[in-house]
């Protein structure tokens, strides 16, 4: 297991500055527009149109990959990122903008795909369940680091946009550097049908659109919420970054507790408690930092809680072989909901004020959770014997990391020492260098290193060279 972690802290120090530079971004693009004016609606449509990109990234990056290979690819997203990342502050435009956000989410979904698959090719039975948790940890970290960054300057400046652009960049430092092999191609992943997981797995599937409707919403617009209700920009991202660190607080707790009254109770329970938390901040929030800080940080939680137990309701309704499908299919779908978020309640937002952002939250969670209670718990409810095992899962991913999950029978292991198969682009590239080095050190050897070995067969004027026979010392040259 040490070796396995090891062999991948380089992937996950990549994966952190992304997922970073990425939080920052949201931050800053939400703030900047808001400070120029730009109407709600039109800042919801900005900020859901990274998910579209995100969505359109992690179906279509696999084809990038497996053309010019995972160094190659991890490049050129990396560099059209930045790229547009630094565009931001010279073209101000919100539909410039949302534009920039779909390529941002394309390039971010292609990055992802790329580390993603590298830390797949490198799980192992035993080290896939904890690689996971690794997973969730680092990308919760990471997030809550880029909005602490917020703070490090002015939205209306260019500077924290070139911030931005430096992680971005540095992400493909790790990577460049890592010693291990490069790993297979990523696969495309089949997606179950959305119909199909709705009749096999509806209580799962409301709680997974749930959650993306409410966390999309609230990571697009809360730094919005909070510059109206009189927050400085060092405050917000504090806000911010306490906010989602608390995500990591109930990741275990509540699949413990699923584990011993079952999913249903526990995904009906953590709907109606982030409903509560979101109703709380929208009355307090204006009037009492501290309320704000602690209600927010408890809706984040249960709100980031609420995915993992979902998707474990919803597997537990399925066959094994179906699991990286339904996940798949789990993740667009999620994916749905933080694009309906923002759109949402950015423009209830325009009509009543910056509460009505935590007005919306709660009543989309206090919705699924009805229907959950109401309305799927026979069709739904698995005794606690029968359920599956409990994994952590982060729903910001892509497909490719579902095939590590230890639920998933099918998973095959790389087997250490057993090298994987090179991306043509790179192998092709090593064979040329391999060649080049082998006539050059041939070339010197032939100029340089004395010919000390025995002839295997002596000359003869009136004959061809004869070979000794087995078992016999060569005869010495014959000469004139």
Sequence with gaps: MKTVVLSVIALFLSLALLVSGSAMLGTLIALRLDMEGVAEAALGVVMAAYSLGFIIGATYAVDVIRKVGHIRAF?????????????????????????????????????????????????????????????????YLASASGQLLVGLGNPMEYVVFSVVAMLIVLSMVPLALTQSLIPTSPSHTETLGVRKLIRQAPAGMTGVLASGIALGAFLSLAPVYALRVGLDISQLSLYMGFSVICAVLLQWPAGWLGDRIGRLPVLTGLLFCGALAAAITAVLGSFSIVALFLFSGIFFAVAASTYPVSVALANDQLPNDQLVAACAGMLRTYGVGTMLGPLLAAVLMGVLGAPALFIFISLCLLVGGMAVFYVFRASDMVPVEEQGEYVTVTPTSTPVLSEIDPRNEEFEEHHPGEPAEWDIADKLEMLVVDAGEGVATEGVAAEEAPDTSEPSYYEDPDSEGVEAPPGQDVPPRRTE
């Design 75 to 139: 490049a050129v997203f990396a560099a059209i990122a930045c790229a547009t990342t630094l565009m931001h502050p010279l073209i101000v435009s919100a539909e410039t903008w949302a534009l920039m956000r779909v390529v941002v989410g394309i390039c971010l979904a292609g990055l992802m795909t790329v580390t993603e698959s590298w830390i797949n090719d490198r799980a192992t039975n035993e080290s896939r369940g904890k690689l996971l948790g690794i997973y969730t940890i680092n990308f």
